[in-house]
């Protein structure tokens, strides 16, 4: 197995539609397992305007998964945060040790912080990549036990 991780915006369409059936798949996982917040239009729209930089993770040339990242730059401090935000696919938490390249292209546009947003459960791989976490986010549903 040889994984690499290609940044795509730079892609012709047709390649990466080459990947489309597969990215496809990927995220209607993430809308299923996620429906308040994400819909298949939402996200393909975010990656296509190049709002959210889409990264896939390939096996050879073989679809893996894909992460999104998304530039955040502070108006009033000027300081430029790269966010992962989705992660779809096969190889979870695996998958962790291709985030130096990430790394590496963050820090050649000028950034000043990568910030990794998951679920608890990857806490201890992106420690072990040099990762801790920042802020906790806390939700409660309101619409049930009313």
């Known amino acids: ?11 012709p369409f047709e390649r990466v539609a080459r ?20 819909t298949l239009e939402s996200m393909a729209e975010e990656i296509i305007s190049g709002k959210l930089q889409l990264w896939l993770i390939l096996d050879d040339e073989e ?22 935000t989705e992660l779809a696919g096969d190889g979870g938490i695996d998958l962790v040790s291709m985030i130096d390249d990430i790394e ?7 950034a000043h912080e990568l910030m990794p947003l998951g679920r608890e ?13 920042k802020l906790t986010l806390y939700s409660k549903d309101l619409t049930n036990g009313r």
């Open 19 to 38: 990947y489309g059936k597969d990215i496809t798949a990927a995220m209607k996982k993430l809308v299923e397992r996620y429906p308040n917040d994400l």
């Open 104 to 110: 590496k292209w963050a820090i050649d546009i000028g």
């Open 121 to 133: 459960g990857w806490r201890k791989p992106l420690a072990k990549a040099g990762y801790k976490p």
């Open 63 to 84: 679809f893996k998964a894909f992460v999104t990242s998304e530039i955040k730059v502070n108006e009033a401090t000027s300081h430029k945060t790269v966010q992962l």
């Open 1 to 11: 197995m040889t994984l690499s991780i290609h940044l795509t915006s730079d892609w």
